[in-house]
Structure formats: structure tokens, C-alpha cells
T-cell receptor, first 115, second 110 residues
């Protein structure tokens, strides 16, 4: 049973550039959430996708955008990169939005460094 | 404002020395409280979900409990491989967003 996969594992970008991160959810899951995790901190919620629509968004600027495809995979795009965007970006998948069980399963993350 | 606070920030134990980690929360209408384990440079690994006060769940050397304002993760006779950061997150009411604590870094010395 394939778990959550993310690509790439590491990425180095320059300020002002744009980046796209990719995520494939765990088999059978249809909901994808994206998180940003700074060193020594808990994950910060960016947004969540279900049925190819953004269902909920955290306190992140419009430079952060996303997409979900019919096969439930997802992309996170960040425009006009800032030094402060350097972090571990985590993708988590879960099943549905309104179930009694809301366990999220995380991928290994993409380490983004902005120089 | 909804908050999740974990304590201590770091905990060093000798192998076999039992202890507890704390997660206190202030949310209205808790829908679920989640415990995760995170190894350095990796994504969090799901451990437990607790839904109501009085609930307990166990997995190997770990036991999670929940009250109306906090949760404890008890670790019994830990081994060095239990060393990791333990994260707590809560889901409030109809909000699907998880609110996370900053984690407790647990180090078990052989």
C-alpha cells in the first residue's frame, strides 16, 4: 500500500523565483492538505483540497496557490519566493472531510531553501 | 484564539525511565486530538486520535489520555528508538484545519 509521496525531496531557489511542489496521496484517500514547517516548530496549515477545490485556507498570502487533479494528486505553487519561505513543506492525505476519523497521513516533505 | 501548547519543549530520559508529555489546548468544541511522532527531516507519523474526555489509547510503550483541557502522552520504559519529536494537534468543531503545538523533543539515552 503506497503511502504519501512528495517530490522533489530537496530544492534550492533564489529570491523572486517560483516553485512547484508535488504530492500523491495515500491509496484510497481523496483529500490533500499542505503544511509549512519551520525548524523547531509545528506544521502551519496552508490549505486543503477536496474534489479539486480549495476547501479551507490558513493564514498564507496569495503567493501560495495550489491545485488538485482528478486522480487526487496535488501541487503547491509559491510565487515571488522570499527568504522566509525556506522550510519543510509537508503534504498530508486523508479520507473525506466530514468523517468521524480525520487521521492525516504525511509524506516525507520537500525541503525548500531560498537564497 | 485557539491554541495548543506542549510541554516540556525537550525531555532527556535514561532508557527505561518512564515519563509523560503534556498537550494543553483552548478550543471551543473539540472534534479530535491527534498525536504524531516526527523524526528529523521526515514527515509526522500518525500515532493516536482521541475524541472525548476520559478516552485512552495505547500502542507499544505509548499511552495517550484526554481530559477536557489537556492530553498526556505517557511513555513507559522507553528505548533509544523512541527518541523523536512528539507533536500534538487539535481539530475544532466544524473546522477541518488542524491546530498544532510546537512539539516536545524526546531524547532517550542508552
Amino acid at each position: 500500500d503506497a503511502g504519501v509521496t512528495q517530490s522533489p525531496t530537496h530544492l534550492i531557489k533564489t529570491r523572486g523565483q517560483q516553485v512547484t511542489l508535488r504530492c500523491s496521496p495515500k491509496s484510497g484517500h481523496d483529500t490533500v492538505s499542505w503544511y509549512q514547517q519551520a525548524l523547531g516548530q509545528g506544521p502551519q496549515f496552508i490549505f486543503q483540497y477536496y474534489e479539486e477545490e480549495e476547501r479551507q485556507r490558513g493564514n498564507f498570502p496569495d503567493r501560495f496557490s495550489g491545485h488538485q487533479f482528478p486522480n487526487y494528486s496535488s501541487e503547491l505553487n509559491v510565487n515571488a519566493l522570499l527568504l522566509g519561505d525556506s522550510a519543510l513543506y509537508l503534504c498530508a492525505s486523508s479520507l473525506g472531510l466530514a468523517g468521524t476519523s480525520y487521521e492525516q497521513y504525511f509524506g516525507p516533505g520537500t525541503r525548500l531553501t531560498v537564497t | 484564539e485557539d491554541q495548543v501548547t506542549q510541554s516540556p519543549e525537550a525531555l532527556r530520559l535514561q532508557e527505561g525511565e518512564s515519563s509523560s508529555l503534556n498537550c494543553s489546548y483552548t478550543v471551543s468544541g473539540l472534534r479530535g486530538l491527534f498525536w504524531y511522532r516526527q523524526d528529523p527531516g521526515k514527515g509526522p507519523e500518525f500515532l493516536f486520535t482521541l475524541y472525548s474526555a476520559g478516552e485512552e489509547k495505547e500502542k507499544e510503550r505509548l499511552k495517550a489520555t484526554l481530559t477536557k483541557k489537556e492530553s498526556f502522552l505517557h511513555i513507559t520504559a522507553p528505548k533509544p528508538e523512541d527518541s523523536a519529536t512528539y507533536l500534538c494537534a487539535v481539530q475544532e468543531g466544524s473546522n477541518y484545519q488542524l491546530i498544532w503545538g510546537a512539539g516536545t523533543k524526546l531524547i532517550i539515552k542508552p
